[in-house]
């Protein structure tokens, strides 16, 4: 019940083109739902993040879209660039859950 | 812009060796964490710890495992006697509150011969 499923695995998108991340969790005890952005041999860096009041969070080319009714809550890159290229992990947390659950992770790569 | 540092960034261990992998929060958080990361796997979460005590730990945190906050600025987390499944890459993390932004430090990876 504590787990996070993120798809794809991979995803190629052309310059400019829009990237879409999905996961979708089960526990209804989460309540905070980040995405984070990994470079080869760093750590994971926040990228945006989205609580359940809302359905949708935009900053810059990154969107959240968050269905609480589904359990299931996306990313979105919009005008992709070569430098989003990178390894995006969703995750959950929450009151009750101090440690954040991630997805598997999706390799995102960005062909100019 | 204040990060979380992990030191040191490498290391190579002989099985059965105990190994004290280093971290400096945030200077103002009070919320410290680990996870580790097994090569192309996915971040998992280790243990929590606030207020000089474990507030949560995962079933991977068994014996081997622990943490200290030896003074008010490092967070370590000490590997008794490493076995070849510990190489990972472990993460620090902290947060300022309890469900907040979770800052990752750089890692260090471990490798375990």
């Known amino acids: 019940q504590q787990q996070v499923k993120q798809s794809p695995q991979s995803l190629i998108v052309q310059k400019g083109g829009i990237s879409i991340i999905n996961c979708a969790y089960e526990?209804?005890?989460?309540?905070?739902f980040p995405w984070y952005q990994q470079f080869p041999g760093k750590g994971p860096a926040l990228l945006i993040a989205?609580?359940?009041?809302?359905s949708e969070k935009k900053e810059g080319r990154f969107t959240i879209s968050f269905n609480k009714s589904a359990k299931q809550f996306s990313l979105h890159i919009m005008d992709s660039q070569p430098g989003d290229s990178a390894t995006y992990f969703c995750a959950a947390g929450g009151t009750s859950y101090g440690k954040l659950t991630f997805g598997q992770g999706t390799i995102l790569t960005v062909h100019p | 812009e204040p990060e979380v540092t992990q030191t040191p960034s490498h290391q190579v261990t002989q099985m059965g060796q105990e190994v004290i992998l280093r971290c400096v929060p945030i200077?103002?958080?009070?919320?410290f964490y680990w996870y580790r990361q097994i090569l192309g796997q996915k971040v998992e979460f280790l243990v929590s710890?606030?207020?000089?005590?474990?507030?949560?730990k995962s079933e991977i945190f068994d014996d081997q495992f622990s943490v200290e906050r030896p003074d008010g600025s490092n967070f370590t987390l000490k590997i008794r006697s490493t076995k070849l499944e510990d190489s990972a890459m472990y993460f620090c993390a902290s947060s300022e509150e309890r469900v907040e932004t979770q800052y990752f430090g750089p890692g260090t990876r471990l490798l375990v011969l």
């Open positions: 526990n209804t005890a989460f309540d905070y």
């Open positions: 200077s103002n958080h009070l919320y």
């Open positions: 989205i609580r359940p009041d809302v």
């Open positions: 710890f606030y207020n000089n005590e474990i507030s949560e």
